[in-house]
């Protein structure tokens, strides 16, 4: 196993509860490919008394079996640590008997660290594992000053309902929930250095663009390639790296996997997102209980961004903030035989629009760094997005990243992803002109509007430049 990049933070945490002399309980989850198991196993090398992985539910077509599947896993897992003296449990308050049994065999008054990964797999329909894994804390785990239980899982959701906000047995017990989120722009030159992988920011970008910061994607890129041709190595063609991994993403995951999918189809048409009102009615999914459920789950995963436009009412917005299933919907899906699909169309028109929309994408995962840049990281500010429609007789106006500061600026962000600096003709000039003036009748009359740039390489200075306040370029976004 590699080296790991990044995660300085987290592994300290994990190092300093690991030398605690208190039972600990801690909760690792995040997004499903961004390196949770990679982190702990890393992390914590060397040192698990215990540890087993629940059974992926994407070939399991049959939820009968399910259970017994699961136990069967658990049991071999036991028996590999050496349990002795027992037969195959068939209920999961049995199987947690027997592995306290084991763990009492192994205990040699050493920090004993039992990891589950893909906890959430485990807890298959009427299974009652909840009831069991519970009473394995409660009445075992956390009577023993050297233990640690370490719990890992990809569907956020259920990790966050039946862990972190339990209201049942569990409730209050985790002493730790870390969350893992994709790499930064930075992580990911630094993932590619290690690889030995020669690819140019500009490259990179590209390549945060169609696969975000999930190092497991990242990880099937090979050196001496281009970027075209290792994205298209890993989805197009006959035998793409990730076939398929779009619709078991979702199965892994959700247990309603197929409203979410319809929900993020949905999503990915439009780029400032819609209302919960407007995906009911597109998708045909009643309001209430299950979509609420199946919106928080997306969001909870990172899918999903949930924000309040600015200057409206009309309530919250939900926006696709995947890189990865953007791209694959608008163009794996529909081209994956086409084995140079990336090198033969990426600087095309075919490509042209998704690239506006995916950098902009880029930039809201990276705030911080936009903020930094504007050297504004110490003012309180939040940000938003924001669309007026037009009508007959007027033009409407769209932003896709506004930053309302507390010290009375808005920076109105204009994002352009292009192989050199950008020159604003008259044109494009007036265009952000207009949509300056339409967003000052919304604001106070103390407050001001600051045109800015975001963009690869800069900004050329002519004719048309001036009204732009400030420039964030490419580099800008790799800081830490």
Known sequence: MGAIIGRKLEIEELERLYSSDRPEFVAVYGRRRVGKTFLIKQALKDRFTF?????????????KNRIKTQLESFYYSMLAHGLEGFKQPKTWMEAFFQLTQLLQKLDNGQRMVIFFDELPWMDT??????????????????????????VCGSATSWMLSNLSRSKGGLYGRLTCELKLSPFTLKECEEFFEHGNIELSRYDIVQSYMVFGGV????????KG??????TDMILFGQKPRLKDEFNRLF??????????????RLLATRNYGFTREEISKATSLPLGGGLSETLSALVESDFVLRYSPFGKSVGEYYKLID????FWLKYVEPNQEDSDFANDNFTSDIMKGWRGVAFEQVCWQHIPQIKRALEIGGVRSYVSAWNIVGSDDKSGAQVDLLIVRDDNIVNLCEMKFYSSPYNIDKEEEAKMLHRVEMLRGLLSPKQKVHLTLVTTFGLVTGKHSGKVQRVVVCDDLFEK
């Open 215 to 222: 190092p497991y994607y990242l990880s099937y890129f090979r």
């Open 51 to 63: 540890q087993h992985t629940g059974v992926s539910p994407v070939d399991q077509e049959d939820e």
């Open 125 to 150: 329909p009427r299974s009652r594992f909840l009831s069991a894994f519970e009473s394995f804390w409660n009445g075992w785990c956390s009577g023993h000053d050297n233990v640690m239980l370490v």
């Open 251 to 264: 199965k892994a995951i959700f247990s309603d996997a197929e409203d979410c999918k319809k929900v993020i």
């Open 323 to 326: 890189n990865f299933c953007l």
């Open 225 to 230: 390639y281009s970027f075209e041709k290792n």
